[in-house]
């Protein structure tokens, strides 16, 4: 499957718009180099997916239409609901390209994933034929694992391509069946073109106790993860479990899911592991200190804040964020020593900021747990 590939770069420009799109296709394109935080008209997106003519950001290849509900697109653009289930917005949808699953930038995306499955294998997050990984390389295909394979014996051969409804549209081997999991995510979060969901021991056992890690004692933590959230249990691989998830995943890059798992949602394959390796290793580091016998040190307020700001430096999601997205849920007592329960529904209150007092409470909280729970012993 070897296609000519021809590129313009358009890339010194901001914006990209129809006239752009149809200059490519007269240059006979199949691929537009553009700079990383460049705007796409709508029209000039869809038009570009027609015609299977590639966008690509600074290098790291990208598959046109993913631009299309990037968040420098205008909000008008047509774009599923966090709430929109499988079937509300599948008319707004291209038709599935099966072409883009042996595209160079596909041939790429498959070593990655293979690369990725062994470190979860090797890293014990993964058993039996456990975990899956899926990488979005267009506006309707998904690139992910088989079902019944290792993750450590992942080849690109095995892999697969479905589209956003979870119907195959390419490759031998048959899809994972929590590939729905994943396509609600993307079809959530236009940001997500990477969704890892793997069985951490550590961080399973707080999915199974439905206790969430408290914050603000690790700073790796704090900035690569942050708040977890928890969604309730549903049974595996069906549609209603992985709309369980719907409530958190714009505020939360990872997500706890009770008496199951993880998922976590990245923009590459290698970041959305590298999220479940934070979360496990905090998990298990918490569950070593807890036997250490004494309080653990929590961060001060200020060092908190500072951290949350280099966090939005670099992008990432976090419900304490003070935007019109990113709305704050309440805090709850604690009911067991090292646990902050973050209310999982979603909240209408109070927007996020980092408020002082909220900070101090939650400080507060989880000092008074241990010590309640070290003076009982
Ligand atoms: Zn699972």
């Known amino acids: 499957m070897k296609n000519e590939v021809k590129s313009i770069d358009i890339s010194g420009q901001k914006l990209v718009a129809m006239r752009d799109a149809q200059s490519a296709l007269a240059a006979g394109a199949s691929r537009v180099l553009i700079c990383e935080n460049c705007v796409v008209t709508p029209s000039a997106r869809d038009f570009l997916a027609q015609h299977n003519i590639a966008l ?11 631009y299309g509900e990037s968040p420098s697109v205008p909000a008008s653009m047509p774009a599923s609901g ?115 969901h793997c069985h951490p021991p550590h961080a399973t056992a707080y999915a199974i106790t439905g206790k969430v890690p408290p914050n603000l004692i690790v700073p790796e933590f704090e900035v690569f993860v942050g708040k977890v959230a928890i969604s309730p249990y549903k049974t595996p691989g069906s549609v209603e479990f992985a709309q369980t998830v719907l409530p958190f995943v714009k505020q939360h890059n990872t997500v706890l899911l009770a008496n199951h798992g993880i998922v976590c949602w990245a923009d590459t394959v290698t970041h959305a592991e590298w999220y479940a390796e934070v979360l496990e290793t905090y998990c298990w580091t ?66 996020g900021k980092l408020q ?21 012993k």
């Not at 690509?56 to 993913?66: E, H, I, P």
């Not at 014996?153 to 590939?179: F, M, N, W, Y």
């Not at 419900?319 to 973050?342: N, W, Y």
């Open 56 to 66: 690509v950001a600074n290098g790291r290849a990208k598959a046109a239409a993913a």
């Open 82 to 196: 966090p709430h929109s289930g499988n079937s509300g917005a599948a008319q707004s949808r291209p038709a599935p390209n099966p072409k883009l699953f042996f595209t160079p930038e596909a041939e790429e995306i498959k070593k990655e994933i293979c690369a990725v499955g062994r470190k979860l294998w090797m890293r014990q997050f993964v058993d039996g034929n456990g975990g899956n990984i899926s990488y979005r390389i267009g506006p309707n295909e998904v690139i992910c694992t088989p079902t019944l394979v290792s993750k450590f014996d992942l080849t690109p051969e095995v892999l697969s391509l479905v589209d956003l409804d979870g119907k195959q549209i390419a490759g031998t081997q048959a899809r994972t069946s929590e590939i729905f999991l994943h396509l609600e995510i993307y079809k959530a979060v236009p940001e997500a073109k990477s969704v890892v």
């Open 286 to 351: 918490l569950m070593l200190a807890a036997q250490l016998g004494v309080p653990i040190s929590h961060m001060s307020e200020q060092q908190g804040s500072d951290l949350l700001a280099i966090k939005k430096k670099l992008g990432l999601p976090d419900i304490r964020f003070d935007t019109s997205r990113m709305k704050e849920c309440q805090l709850s007592d604690l009911e067991v020593p090292g646990s902050i329960a973050l209310t999982p529904t979603p909240c209408d209150g109070n927007t």
């Open 356 to 376: 002082e007092a909220d900070l101090e409470a939650l400080v507060k909280s989880v000092t008074d747990a241990v010590m309640g729970a070290m003076s009982g």
